[in-house]
């Protein structure tokens, strides 16, 4: 798709520096005057210069990139919240040494007490398939509960839950027993509500005492991330969003 591409449009020198390094634009005017900025290997003087992806930019001889919308998928842990502020808990963008995260936003949350999965970029387009309740995107958690399973789960989330305050019942979802003994299920769901997964089994007279995010849509979380690591996602991964 067109959406996840590099852009090859051109840009001013000026602009493509701000982009690359996080700087202002005054501060990348001084950067060109300074004669630290090569373009193509020949030293540029002209902020207003237009570059593209196909040249060859260096600033002080580290080679700069220009930027394209960014992807992340981070391993988000306990005590961390999907904002970009918060007055009681420390927020996710924490995490992450990115050039301008404050352009960056959470494609779905996790409450502040759940970890795994979250996915980060700058592209809304992108973002949208994921959290649009129209494209119906799958998210897998991983459930520990504090109560047995009980025998009637399996249907009865296949049916739909009612919560309380709302007005339907919630799309059906996939439920699969992991350990019976240790009263760990998946969750399947295609929706968002707010704390959905903990109310629906609320519902049943249940209390979810762990919930661990795997999935959303095709992406599933790198087992070889830690708690608070994170990567830039393949390009495999971005593509799948928009199938």
Not at 26 to 42: F, G, Q
Not at 115 to 128: Q, R
Request: aromatic share 6%; net charge negative; charged share 30%.
């Amino acid at each position: 798709m067109a959406q996840n591409k590099v852009q090859q449009d051109k840009a001013r020198l000026d602009k493509f520096l701000c982009d690359a390094l996080g700087v202002t634009r005054r501060e990348a005017t001084i950067l060109i005057k300074r004669r630290e900025v090569t373009v193509n290997e020949e030293v540029c003087k002209v902020a207003s210069v237009k570059v593209t992806s196909e040249c060859r930019v260096e600033w002080q001889g580290r080679e700069l990139k220009m930027r394209g919308p960014r992807y992340i998928m981070l391993f988000k842990p306990d005590g961390f919240v999907c904002s970009h502020e918060d007055g009681f808990n420390q927020t996710a963008f924490a995490l992450i040494d990115e050039v301008k995260k404050e352009d960056l936003h959470f494609a779905g949350r996790l409450d502040v007490d759940t970890t795994g999965l979250v996915l980060m970029t700058d592209d809304g387009k992108w973002s949208h398939r994921i959290t649009a309740p129209k494209h119906k995107c799958e998210k897998t958690y991983r459930v520990l509960l504090a109560d047995a399973i009980g025998a009637d789960y399996i249907e009865r989330f296949a049916q739909g839950i009612e919560l309380r305050n709302e007005a339907e019942a919630t799309a059906p979802a996939i439920l699969e027993i992991v350990d019976a003994s240790n009263n760990e299920v998946l969750l399947t769901i295609t929706e968002g509500k707010y704390h959905q997964v903990k109310r629906m089994f609320a519902a049943l007279g249940n209390k979810v005492d762990e919930l661990h995010r795997e999935r959303i849509g095709n992406i599933v979380l790198d087992e070889t991330l830690e708690p608070g690591e994170y990567r830039n996602l393949t390009q495999e991964e971005i593509d799948s969003v928009w199938k």
